[in-house]
């Protein structure tokens, strides 16, 4: 499957405009075929710490980040929404803000898998949480939601 | 009419507000308990919680799941036990629209030295919603960041 730069736009539009999106602050930094990277900065109700994020905004911000990646390789027009998700949490995520990389692993006809670093970023970039997730990809003439 | 079940804001008896409110859940909530067991929670899906057709987005399920399992995991350990969460899996069989209320139902498997063990499900009417495992370390109190 392919895509052009109109539909990555269309892609960035529907999402950024996500209610979800704007409730958890998530912003997109970059959005080519098949990759994806998003921001979260922290905020006092993303954690019980200062500095510090909890698991669950991460947990959104690394699904939400991978499904925009795989919706990238669909044709103008497709969607996905989210079959299953598994995230490892691999230190405290302490940081000014989270930065969320995906990238496709396999683009299939059906199913889109994607796997997604999520760093936490004070002077440095740490490897806080890394997540894989399997979408179900939804052509046109199916299509009911723009990302799940 | 909307029929009682998804009237916006209505919360069904047996429900009140959950137990363990932070910051984060008043972003994503308000999440409610059930008065007789706080291992199982309700949420109203509203226009937040959803993409621009209405469904809800998996991302916040998975935010809901990870703090009732976290909370259900920490009520069954000793006290003064901190818990982060290590892993999460989660399956979704089905889905949810605006005005749907939700309900998650979290067990915990094992609470052992280093590490806890703990499932949901989540359900609207019946339908199953989500499947979720999660896996929590024991902490200092002082790193218990996550749940």
């Known amino acids: ?148 | 009419m909307s029929p009682p079940s998804r009237i916006p804001g209505h919360v069904p008896d047996g429900f009140v507000a959950y137990s363990h409110p932070s910051r984060y859940l008043e972003l994503i909530g308000p999440l409610y308990e059930q008065d007789d067991d706080p291992a199982v929670v309700g949420l109203r899906i509203d226009e937040r919680h959803t993409n621009a057709r209405g469904f809800l987005h998996a991302g916040v399920l998975v935010a809901v799941a990870d703090v009732l399992m976290g909370h259900t995991a920490h009520s069954a350990a000793p006290p003064d036990t901190g818990l982060v969460t290590a892993t999460l899996t989660t399956d979704f069989p089905g889905s949810a629209q605006v005005g749907d209320w939700v309900t998650g139902h979290a067990t915990t498997r094992r609470v052992g030295r280093r590490l806890a063990f703990t499932a949901c499900e989540f359900h609207t009417d019946d339908r199953l919603l989500l499947t979720a495992s999660g896996v929590f370390a024991v902490v200092t109190a002082a790193r218990s960041t996550n749940s």
């Open chain 1, 1 to 148: 499957m392919s895509t052009d730069s109109g539909f990555r736009h269309d892609v960035a539009d529907a999402v950024f405009q996500l209610p979800v999106a704007t409730a958890f602050g998530f912003t997109f930094h970059q959005l080519a075929d098949g990759h994806a990277e998003t921001h979260l900065p922290w905020r006092a109700d993303h954690s019980h710490i200062p500095g510090a994020f909890q698991a669950s905004p991460i947990a959104t911000l690394a699904d939400f980040t991978g499904v925009a990646a795989g919706v990238t390789l669909l044709p103008a027009g497709g969607t996905a929404a989210t079959v299953d998700y598994t995230a490892k949490f691999l230190t405290e995520a302490r940081g000014a803000h989270l930065i969320a990389r995906a990238r496709v692993l396999r683009p299939g006809s059906t199913l889109t898998v994607a796997a997604v670093d999520v760093y936490a970023v004070a002077d440095t970039e740490t490897l806080c949480a890394t997540a894989l997730v399997t979408m179900r990809n939804l052509v046109p003439s199916s299509a009911v939601n723009i990302t799940s």
